[in-house]
């Protein structure tokens, strides 16, 4: 059986942009496997010419799928690997340009900044599906295809739009004045809300998205001005991204976000049930913000936070929270 057209090849590899990321390191798993076959093919008699000439036909199209400059190109039409490409200081816009006032070409994604977002990516995705959606705890370096696969099958079922998402971003940019790259954990978390992942709740120790955030992403200039009179921490100059609330009962909350500066998670207990319990939390948080950048760092393990608030959303008991207020909400430190 022939080989097929290499230019029939790439129309299969990208014809949904959700999944080329999940099909190709699915290629790259089984290439091995492919290899030894081959191997053992190879060993056919040379009397037989076309069971040859397969095997070369097969062994040219591996080569060209192994290529560098063919997974790149496969890599750059993803609809979302291209959001965690570093492209310093900020993803470029439609009419990126310079201070001549010629209009920049796009970044070019290089073979070295692909692998690492990929299998950051993997392990965030890998950690909310852990403590928030409640699977199973997987290897982040075994099973980084099977959780791209999962991620971009919700992209793929969920239709994931690249436009909203996009004006989401920039929202985000505008507010916050960023002068460097979005934390991943932060984009990731605007894509699977746009996917429908974060379901919103009412329900006691149910995490949704911050009701700020969503002013954020709105661009509602009006309320955002009235949320800040009360919760100054949200100020932008803060940078302070709220991402998930939780609601704890009898008036209080506590608020899960992202802190550029510190480049971390970090969480507050909020409101109360009286007004001299909200005014005592935002002192309390406005005493952290305070603080200089290296102060915020004094015996934090920042991969340990991250992991405890991440625990946190998916809990459903409020008493186990209440019972680590102590230890994370790092104000107190």
């Known amino acids: 059986m022939a080989t097929l057209p290499l230019e029939i090849i790439d129309k299969i590899y990208l014809a949904n942009p959700h999944k080329i990321i999940s099909n190709y390191l699915a290629f790259s798993k089984q290439y091995e496997t492919a290899d030894?076959?081959?191997?053992?093919?190879?060993?056919?008699?040379?009397?037989?010419?076309?069971?040859?000439?397969?095997?070369?036909?097969?062994?040219?199209?591996?080569?060209?799928?192994?290529?560098?400059?063919?997974?790149?190109?496969?890599?750059?039409?993803?609809?979302?690997?291209?959001?965690?490409?570093?492209?310093h200081p900020h993803p470029p816009r439609k009419?990126?340009?310079?201070?001549?006032?010629?209009?920049?070409?796009?970044?070019?994604?290089?073979?070295?900044?692909?692998?690492?977002?990929i299998k950051l990516i993997a392990t965030y995705f890998n950690q909310l599906e852990t403590n928030y959606k409640k699977q199973p705890l997987m290897s982040d370096d075994e099973n980084t295809l099977d959780l791209i696969t999962r991620f971009e099958t919700i992209l793929d079922t969920s239709e994931f739009s690249n436009e909203t998402y996009a004006k989401q971003l920039e929202a985000i940019e505008k507010y916050y004045i960023f002068t460097y790259e979005i934390p991943a954990f932060v984009k990731l978390v605007l894509i699977l809300y746009n996917c429908g992942y974060?379901?919103?709740?009412?329900?006691?120790s149910k995490p949704s998205i911050h009701i700020f955030l969503e002013m954020v992403l709105e661009g509602d200039s009006a309320k955002i001005e009235d949320f800040n009179k009360t919760y100054k921490y949200y100020s932008a100059r803060h940078k302070f991204i709220p991402l998930f609330g939780i609601y704890l009962g009898m008036g209080y909350s506590f608020v899960i976000g992202w802190d550029t500066e510190f480049d971390s998670l970090i969480g507050f207990c909020e409101n109360g049930s009286n007004?001299?319990?909200?005014?005592?939390?935002?002192?309390?948080?406005?005493?952290?913000?305070?603080?200089?950048?290296?102060?915020?760092?004094?015996?934090?393990?920042?991969?340990?936070?991250?992991?405890?608030?991440?625990?946190?959303i998916g809990i459903s008991d409020t008493s186990i929270l209440l019972d680590c207020y102590g230890r994370l909400d790092i104000c107190d430190l």
């Open 95 to 117: 009419q990126n340009k310079t201070n001549n006032g010629r209009v920049r070409s796009p970044a070019i994604v290089k073979d070295n900044s692909v692998i690492e977002p």
């Open 198 to 204: 974060f379901k919103s709740s009412k329900g006691i």
């Open 275 to 312: 007004g001299f319990d909200v005014v005592y939390n935002v002192q309390r948080t406005m005493r952290y913000f305070s603080k200089p950048r290296s102060a915020r760092l004094v015996k934090i393990d920042k991969k340990q936070l991250l992991e405890d608030y991440l625990k946190m």
């Open 36 to 87: 030894r076959n081959n191997n053992k093919r190879r060993k056919i008699s040379n009397s037989n010419m076309k069971e040859m000439k397969d095997i070369k036909e097969d062994n040219s199209t591996i080569k060209y799928l192994l290529n560098k400059d063919t997974y790149m190109k496969y890599y750059r039409q993803s609809s979302w690997l291209k959001h965690f490409i570093p492209s």
